[in-house]
C-alpha cells in the first residue's frame, strides 16, 4: 500500500520529464535528474529507498562504474512515460522512451525492488512488528516514538523522533545480518527458477514454484487457472476413508462406525470424538488427532525402549500415494507435484542445498493452501482426505504396537511416542515394516533415554547418547521447554525453562541454576499492549511496548485507559505476582542487577519440576 502510494507521487511529478543527468553519490545511491527534479534509487542495506528531492547531491567522479555507464548510454534525454508497481510486489518499474539517432523510438525499464523483511520472515498471520522483533533479537533499544503520527512534529520532538528513527534503522539493519541466510536463498530461487519471491514467505515461495511448474505442464496461463476452486458446503467421512483402514479392537472399530456416519463442513471445527484405548485418552476428528496428556517422567528401564516413530513428510506422501489432489486441477498437478517430490530427492542425494530446500518449501506450502479459499488449490474435500486418513492409519500402527505389549505414550498428527519391551524389537520392526507396505507411508524412529511431558505440545525428550557426550542437540525440546528466543516468536523469561531442563536432565537444583546466571537477558520478559490501552509505571505513561524483569522493588506494571481529558481509568495489573524494572535499553555486558527478585524465578521452576515428582510411567 506505501509503494502505491510512492510510485502515484513519482508518476504526479516525473511522468513526460526527460532525463539530463545520471551519476552516483555514493556506492549504493544512483541520481537521475529531471531538469531541476532529483530521483535517488538508494540500495543502502539497511534502508533501501526510492524518492525525489529538488536538493544536488555532489557526485563522485571518482567511482568507476558501469552501470553509470550503461544508464547514460541508453537514457540521456529519455522521457519518462510510466511508473509502475508490479501487482502487489515491492517493485517498481520505471518505463523511459528515447528516439535515437537513427530516428526509431526505443522504450527501456529500470526495475527498483525493495525488501520487507518482515513480510520474508512471516506469513500475514504470524507477522509481527519491528519492536517485537527488537526485544526478540535482544537488540539494545526497544524503543517506540511517544508522540502523535497524526499531528503537526514540534521542533521540541524532533531529537526524539530522530532518536527513534536511528534506533529502528540500527534494529533494521541487524536483523537485515541475521536474515542472509534467507536472502540468500530467495536469490537463488530467483537465479535458478525465474520467479520472483525476494519479499515472500516460505509457503508462498513454494506456491510460486508450484505454480510455476503447473502453468509449465499444463500449458495454461495464471488467468486461467487463478480462480479455479472446488468448494463443498458439506462432506460425507464415509467417501473421505480410505478402504484399507480396519481395526480389531471393538473401540477402533466403535469410532470408525462413528466417523463414516458423519457429515461434516470444512474446516478444523466440528465433529471431535474423545475414547480411551489402552489407559491412554485420544481425541479424533476433523481437526486432526492427539492424544490428552497429564505430566508424567518416562524413564525406559533395562528392559524397554522408548521411541518416536514419525511418518516422514506425512501431507505430501498422502497427497502422491494416495492420489489425493485437488480434483479441478487434474491429474497433471498430482504429476507436477510428484515430480517435484523426485527432483527433491535427486537434490538432496546430490548435496545440492539451494534445490533442496526450495523443493522442500514447494511441498510443505501447498497443504495449508489447500484450505485457503483464496487460493487455486482449494479443495476442503482433499484436506479432509488427508487429515481424516493420516490419523485412522497412525491408530492403526498405534493398534498393532499395543496388541505386542507396547506403551503408547503420546500420539500427535504423524506420530506416536512409544514405550516398548525389548524382547519385542522383532514384532516391533515387522509391525512397522508391514504397516508401510499397506499405507505406502515411511516411517522414522528416534530413540530416548527419558521424556518429560507436561502436555501433548509441552514436552522435553532426552535422545539416546546425552548422558555420555551431554551435547545440547540431542535434547527435544517443545512448548514450555524451549530454553531459546526465537526469532519474532516472543520472548518469555529463558532462565525458567532452562533451570527446569538442567533440573530434569542433570539433576542441577533450580536454585543454583537462577543464582549463577550472569546474562539480564535470560530473565527478561516483555509485554505489548494493543493500541485501546495505554501503559503506567511508576505514576508515569510509557510506551506500550516494554522490556522488563521481576525486581524485589520495582513499582507495579499497569495497563489503563485514557480519555481526552487524559484521565486515566479501568487499570488491569500486567503482572500480579510482582513489582518490575523496565530494561527497555540493554548495553553490552550487562551486569546482573542486585534487585533481581530470583524467589519468583525459582518459585516458577520448582513449581513445573514438581509436576513431575512420583510420576514415572512404566510398563510393569
Not at 535470560?522 to 508515569?540: L, N
Request: hydrophobic content about 35%.
Amino acid at each position: 500500500i506505501s509503494l502505491s502510494k510512492i510510485k502515484k507521487e513519482l508518476k504526479k511529478i516525473l511522468e513526460g520529464k526527460r532525463i539530463n543527468r545520471i551519476f552516483k553519490n555514493n556506492e549504493y545511491t544512483i541520481s537521475i535528474h529531471f531538469g531541476k527534479i532529483e530521483l535517488l534509487l538508494s540500495c543502502i542495506p539497511a534502508l533501501p529507498i526510492c524518492y525525489i528531492t529538488k536538493s544536488k547531491e555532489q557526485p563522485i567522479l571518482g567511482i568507476a562504474s558501469s552501470i553509470i555507464s550503461n544508464l547514460r548510454k541508453h537514457l540521456m534525454n529519455a522521457m519518462l512515460t510510466d511508473v509502475e508497481q508490479l501487482g502487489f510486489d515491492r517493485i517498481l518499474v520505471f518505463h523511459f522512451s528515447r528516439i535515437n539517432e537513427l530516428g526509431e523510438i526505443k522504450k527501456y525499464k529500470i526495475y527498483f525492488e525493495t525488501l520487507d523483511l518482515l513480510t520474508m520472515l512471516y506469513s500475514q498471520k504470524l507477522r509481527v512488528g519491528l519492536k517485537e522483533m527488537q526485544v526478540t533479537m535482544k537488540f539494545r533499544c526497544v524503543q517506540e516514538y511517544e508522540g502523535d503520527f497524526q499531528s503537526w512534529l514540534p521542533a521540541s520532538e524532533i531529537p526524539n523522533m530522530i532518536s527513534y528513527n536511528v534506533n529502528d534503522v540500527d534494529s533494521t539493519e541487524e536483523l537485515l545480518n541475521r536474515c542472509k541466510r534467507d536472502i540468500d536463498l530467495r536469490i537463488a530461487i530467483e537465479d535458478e527458477y525465474g520467479v520472483k519471491v525476494l519479499n515472500k514467505d516460505g509457503v508462498n515461495i513454494g506456491m510460486k514454484i508450484i505454480t510455476q511448474k503447473y502453468l509449465e505442464k499444463t500449458g495454461q496461463t495464471w488467468k486461467q487457472i487463478k480462480d479455479l476452486r472446488s468448494p463443498c458446503d458439506m462432506i460425507d467421512l464415509s467417501k473421505v476413508i480410505l478402504p484399507i483402514v480396519k481395526f480389531d479392537t471393538p473401540i477402533l472399530q466403535s469410532v470408525l462406525e462413528e466417523m463414516k456416519k458423519q457429515t461434516v463442513s470444512p474446516g478444523r471445527k466440528g465433529y471431535e470424538k474423545h475414547f480411551i484405548l489402552d489407559g491412554l485418552e485420544y481425541c479424533v476428528g476433523v481437526g486432526g488427532i492427539h492424544s490428552v496428556n497429564k505430566p508424567e517422567e518416562i524413564i525406559p528401564n533395562e528392559n524397554q525402549i522408548l521411541s518416536d516413530v514419525d511418518v516422514a513428510s506425512l501431507y505430501p506422501s498422502m497427497i502422491i500415494e494416495h492420489k489425493f489432489y485437488p480434483q479441478h486441477l487434474g491429474k497433471e498437478f498430482l504429476e507436477v507435484y510428484s515430480q517435484i517430490r523426485q527432483e527433491r530427492l535427486e537434490a538432496k542425494r546430490n548435496g545440492n542445498k539451494v534445490k533442496n530446500e526450495t523443493l522442500k518449501l514447494a511441498l510443505n506450502g501447498l497443504s495449508g493452501n489447500l484450505q485457503n479459499e483464496h487460493n487455486f488449490c482449494y479443495s476442503p474435500f482433499t484436506v479432509m482426505q488427508i487429515r481424516i486418513n493420516g490419523q485412522l492409519l497412525l491408530l492403526m500402527l498405534a493398534e498393532k504396537f499395543i496388541s505386542i505389549g507396547c506403551t503408547i505414550v503420546q500420539a500427535n498428527t504423524d506420530g506416536l511416542f512409544v514405550l516398548r519391551p525389548k524382547d519385542k524389537e522383532v514384532e516391533f520392526q515387522n509391525i512397522c515394516r508391514e504397516w508401510e507396505k499397506l499405507t505406502k507411508l515411511t516411517l522414522e524412529e528416534d530413540r530416548f533415554e527419558a521424556m518429560y511431558q507436561y502436555a501433548i505440545n509441552d514436552y522435553l525428550a532426552v535422545k539416546e547418547g546425552y548422558s555420555e557426550t551431554k551435547d545440547p542437540k540431542l535434547l527435544k525440546k517443545k512448548g514450555m521447554f524451549i530454553d531459546e528466543v526465537k526469532l519474532g516468536k516472543g520472548m518469555d523469561a529463558m532462565i525458567i525453562p532452562e533451570s527446569v531442563n538442567k533440573c530434569l536432565v542433570d539433576k542441577v537444583p533450580v536454585e543454583e541454576t537462577i543464582r549463577n546466571c550472569k546474562d539480564i537477558n535470560k530473565f527478561i520478559t516483555y509485554q505489548k499492549v494493543s493500541r485501546d490501552y495505554s501503559v503506567e509505571y511508576d505514576s508515569k505513561l510509557i510506551q506500550r511496548i516494554n522490556r522488563y524483569y521481576i525486581s524485589n522493588d520495582g513499582p507495579w506494571l499497569y495497563k489503563c485507559k485514557v480519555d481526552s481529558n487524559n484521565h486515566r481509568s479501568n487499570y488491569i495489573k500486567l503482572l500480579t505476582d510482582s513489582g518490575v524494572t523496565i530494561m527497555n535499553t540493554i548495553e553490552k555486558d550487562q551486569p546482573i542487577p542486585s534487585n533481581i527478585n530470583y524467589r519468583f524465578y525459582i518459585s516458577a521452576a520448582n513449581k513445573i519440576v514438581s509436576f513431575f515428582k512420583n510420576k514415572q510411567l512404566t510398563l510393569f
